[in-house]
């Protein structure tokens, strides 16, 4: 055997003692071990390494504040179409009428109304809380009859209301003997018939008048909203008996 080789043979003994007795001392504590391989970190390098490590650690956080994000800024949009209405009117008959009629009587009404919001805009609600009163679905006319008495109890926005000869009755029970309404009911003229026709669902039944809610004597003379409606509301009749 060549130097060499045997120089290199007991190299190879030596440094098989040393790290057999290395491992002894790790095994009685003597010598640290340090982190096992699953320990070490692994630093990421590249972007593509930078990424994917981000997304392991934070995805549901963003994938959580995204659907937040994204919620939000749904119900901003929503609320932002929403039109800011400048005041509502009751339609109350025992002929049911459906939204598109409903959505012409607010047309009709906006040329008469005020901007009272200072939006730029006129916007006129119609409170539809019409139903037939010989219908056999007692919870649907319940539901009308509950969305009614609601309007009256706490929609200050609401002073106008569209009656007939026959349903405006139902307000002697509410009113207790005292007058509800400003004045005597103001008939509504052919052009508001003729304004709210509609191509599929023809006219609105006969008959039809308009009423301004008395507040004075009530706990709505306080309220300020009530107050600014209530005033408007008689500008509308002004201008309607005008015509």
Not at 180 to 209: A, C
Request: with cysteine.
């Amino acid at each position: 055997m060549s130097g060499k080789n045997k120089n290199e043979i007991l190299e190879e003994q030596r440094r098989a003692r040393e790290e057999f007795l290395k491992l002894k001392k790790m095994q009685k504590g003597e010598l640290d071990a340090g982190p096992k391989p699953s320990e070490v970190a692994i630093v990421p390098r590249t972007f593509k390494e930078k990424w994917q490590n981000f997304w392991f650690q934070y995805k549901w956080y963003v994938i959580g504040i995204t659907a937040v994000a994204v919620t939000l800024v749904i119900l901003i949009a929503q609320c932002a179409s929403v039109p800011k209405y400048d005041f509502s009117i009751v339609y109350f008959t025992y002929t049911p009428v459906v939204d598109q009629q409903t959505d012409l009587i607010a047309d009709y009404f906006e040329k008469y109304g005020t901007d009272v919001n200072e939006d730029g805009e006129i916007n006129v609600q119609v409170l539809n809380c019409s139903f037939f009163d010989d219908s056999t679905d007692v919870r649907y006319r319940n539901t009308q009859l509950q969305k009614l008495q609601a309007f009256f109890a706490g929609e200050y926005k609401a002073m106008l209301y569209i009656t007939d000869e026959e349903s405006i009755k139902f307000f002697d029970n509410i009113a207790e003997g005292k007058d509800i309404f400003e004045d005597d009911p103001v008939k509504l003229s052919e052009e508001f018939y003729r304004f709210t026709q509609d191509e599929d669902f023809g006219s609105l039944p006969e008959g039809l008048q308009i009423s301004c809610r008395k507040i004075s004597g009530t706990m709505l003379e306080d309220n300020e909203t009530a107050l600014t409606t209530h005033e408007v509301s008689i500008s509308v009749m002004e201008k309607i008996q005008e015509k």
